[in-house]
């Protein structure tokens, strides 16, 4: 047979079970990357694929050991035993009791965590609840509250194509200026969620995952939080990220011009030039 | 701002964007400030455009912005908030109305399908 060198890249996918509220959840998780575990959470609706220039950057994991699991219900992680007996809703318990059980298992030791959307929204609760485990906090599209714009019904219903319609809502939030390449990966995560799942996380992220009551109460002398927002974002706008951080007080705003919604997968190559900085700050 | 023939010719040479409306058969309005324009399109295609003229001619959904909103949309990079029809709605730049279930069922399209008289989508 003949000989072939085989490219992997540096990525590690595995899978591992943990339990909460008495459920089993097995999940996949991905890493790379040695040092301080830099934990990333993916928006609604999509996989921790959204994740992979980052776990594949060096630059970034020479300090940092990336890792990014898929949430049960999305990806490779299944939906636990009897799912099919109601419909899925992420609630803001359930959502932070799966990472902090993730944590507990993967035994991370003051990971820093970066969350996108509805990941960028938990960070914060995270921020003020954990603040003694968490080293820091990175919100990506993050903000204490959003005003819904449509009617979520729309997404899962039998005649329309939840594929489908998912991948041409989020499609309003990527920027134009973003590479036809990456826009389409993004949107192809979206055209492979399970019925009724985008939905059901948008209950934590519109409604049941509000925080702008709270987000004053962080304290971020015990656990630095940044935010960092695409200028093309109709959904986390950059006013809403620039409210949100106003309630913070200590917290790091930034705008990303000609970036939307899903920074590290829409653009990587942009969004790296705005996380590096940041990453660095944190290892000093 | 090209003209709306201009604008159809382009829908209409345009094989990929046919072929993903090829299940679309309805009519709809499109309102560019005072000026309604009913586009009937079958399989896709866009077959005719009416300036509308009688009210009770209002096909199956209506979308509307008034010019200055619509030219910043066919911008080649249009500023933020213009850059698509849903970010416009939720800017509240646009309306949408009617029996939007087509609409939705083939959201990609009617969001290409208006995109494409930016100058830069051949």
């Known amino acids: 047979m003949k000989s072939i060198n085989i490219e992997f890249e540096d990525i590690i996918g595995r899978y591992l079970n943990i339990n909460v509220d008495n459920t089993n959840y097995r999940i996949y998780v991905e890493e790379a990357g040695q040092g301080i575990p830099l934990l990333c959470l993916h928006t609604a609706g999509s996989d921790g694929r959204q994740f992979r220039h980052i776990l594949n950057d060096q630059k970034i994991t020479k300090n940092f050991r990336v890792i990014a699991f898929d949430l049960p219900w999305h990806g490779k992680s299944n939906p636990p035993e009897d799912y099919e007996l109601k ?49 820091a906090v990175i919100a990506l599209e993050g903000s204490d509250k959003l005003e819904p714009y449509y009617d979520l019904d729309w997404l899962y219903r039998p005649d329309i194509h939840g594929g489908l319609i998912q991948s041409a809502f989020v499609s309003s939030q990527i920027a134009p200026q973003s590479p036809d390449k990456f826009r389409h990966e993004t949107l192809w995560h979206y055209m492979q969620g399970g019925p009724g799942i985008f939905k059901g996380d948008l209950y934590f992220y519109w409604h049941d995952g509000d925080f702008d009551d709270r987000s004053g109460l962080i304290d971020t002398s015990k656990c630095p939080v940044y935010l960092l927002s695409g200028e093309y974002d109709c959904s986390c706008t950059p006013e809403r990220t620039l409210a949100t951080a106003s309630r913070i007080k200590g917290a790091k705003a930034t705008i990303i011009p000609g970036i939307g919604h899903f920074p590290m997968s829409e653009n990587p190559e942009l969004f790296k030039s705005y996380i590096y900085p940041i990453l660095d700050e944190i290892l000093k | 701002m090209q003209s709306i023939e201009t604008w159809i010719v382009k829908i209409n040479s345009n094989k990929r ?80 109305d009617g029996d939007l279930t087509p609409f939705m069922q083939n959201l990609q399209y009617f969001k290409d399908l208006i995109a494409s008289n930016r100058q830069s989508i051949k």
């Open chain 1, 87 to 135: 419909d899925y809703k992420l609630t803001t318990s359930l959502y932070k009791k799966i990472i902090m059980s993730f944590c507990e298992n993967y035994k991370l030791n003051e990971p820093v965590i970066m969350g996108c959307s509805m990941g960028g929204r938990v960070v914060l609760h995270l921020a003020l609840e954990q603040s003694n485990y968490f080293k």
């Open chain 2, 17 to 96: 964007l046919i072929e993903k409306g090829r299940w679309v058969n309805l009519t709809f309005t499109f309102g560019i400030g005072q000026n309604d324009y009913l586009l009937e399109i079958i399989e896709g295609k866009v077959i005719s455009t009416t300036k509308r003229t009688i009210l009770t001619r209002s096909g199956t959904f209506k979308i509307h912005g008034e010019k200055i909103v619509w030219e910043k949309h066919w911008l080649n990079i249009p500023p933020r908030d213009y850059h698509d029809i849903f970010a416009m709605l939720a800017k509240k730049l646009i309306i949408i």
